[in-house]
């Protein structure tokens, strides 16, 4: 569905980009209020300026800050790098749409990704939280590490439809790691190309497998995503075995099968018992 930048942090010195880069942001603020969207002073680590919903603008005496996040920071995200020192912090997103089904994607993850990586003796960190009535997140590595990934569902956190048809793989990076993507990223002609092969290059260097494809280099006016027959042997293999064969040791093959809508696969014995003696 998407891929980009989603959260920014860049800074610049007094002696150095501050002007360049504090006029630029100043400038996309005044855009903003001219078309009717909220702009109000904030401060935030000391620095001084501006806000909108999705970005911030300030000054100190050390240079300028800039933060933006969300769907505003794929446009801006070359213009603020190119205009900056450091880059302190840097978010790109591959968001994927499972064409309605709702898989447990987060928690999946976690069950595959943790028994891989005990079966090879990783010391990766990896773990899943959930809420309620929606929402599981997977996550891997330490938060403050310079490289953090996490797979959530999109669609619950932001209504975008029914709980697990939309999920985001995002990857975190910050101090060195950010500056060196960030400077990568500006250079691109295509960024969700891009950030499309970096995202998954990045999950699939922790060995967890992805539900969506790289994509190379493409010419300007071609699909981003390109429809492809979904292999779904292949995704009962790597993502459902786990949780159903949990589920037959649990509640036995005959339940299993009847709680997947599966029980005409049982003898007809066993769909009389299922069946029960009042129906």
Request: one cysteine or more; a positive charge.
């Amino acid at each position: 569905m998407d891929a980009g930048a989603d959260y920014l942090s860049v800074t610049a010195k007094a002696a150095g980009n501050a002007f360049r880069l504090g006029a630029f942001a100043d400038e996309v603020l005044r855009q903003k209020q001219d078309a009717g969207e909220k702009v109000s002073p904030a401060s935030r680590f000391g620095f001084r300026g501006l806000r909108s919903d999705h970005m911030f603008t300030g000054v100190s005496d050390h240079g300028a800050l800039v933060v933006v996040s969300g769907a505003e920071c794929g446009p801006l995200a070359q213009q603020l790098i190119t205009r900056c020192d450091n880059v302190s912090r840097l978010d790109l997103q591959v968001t994927v749409w499972t064409h309605g089904e709702q898989p447990h994607l987060g928690l999946d993850l976690y069950r595959y990704t943790r028994a891989n990586y005990h079966q090879h003796s990783t010391r990766r960190s990896c773990g899943v939280t959930t809420q309620h009535p929606a929402g599981e997140m997977f996550t891997l590595g330490k938060r403050i590490s310079d490289v953090y990934c996490r797979v959530y569902d999109k669609a619950a956190e932001s209504n975008l439809g029914p709980s697990r048809t939309v999920w985001r793989y995002e990857v975190e990076f910050k101090r060195k790691a950010a500056l060196t993507v960030a400077n990568r990223l500006a250079l691109q002609e295509c960024p969700p190309s891009w950030v499309t092969h970096q995202v998954h290059q990045v999950f699939s260097d922790r060995a967890v497998e992805c539900t969506f494809e790289p994509i190379g280099p493409r010419q300007a006016g071609d699909l981003l995503f390109h429809h492809q027959k979904p292999d779904h042997l292949a995704w009962f293999r790597n993502m459902v075995q786990y949780s159903i064969s949990k589920a037959i040791n649990v509640h036995g093959l005959p339940a299993t099968l009847e709680s997947l809508g599966l029980s005409r696969l049982l003898p007809a014995n066993a769909q009389d018992h299922l069946r029960g003696p009042h129906e």
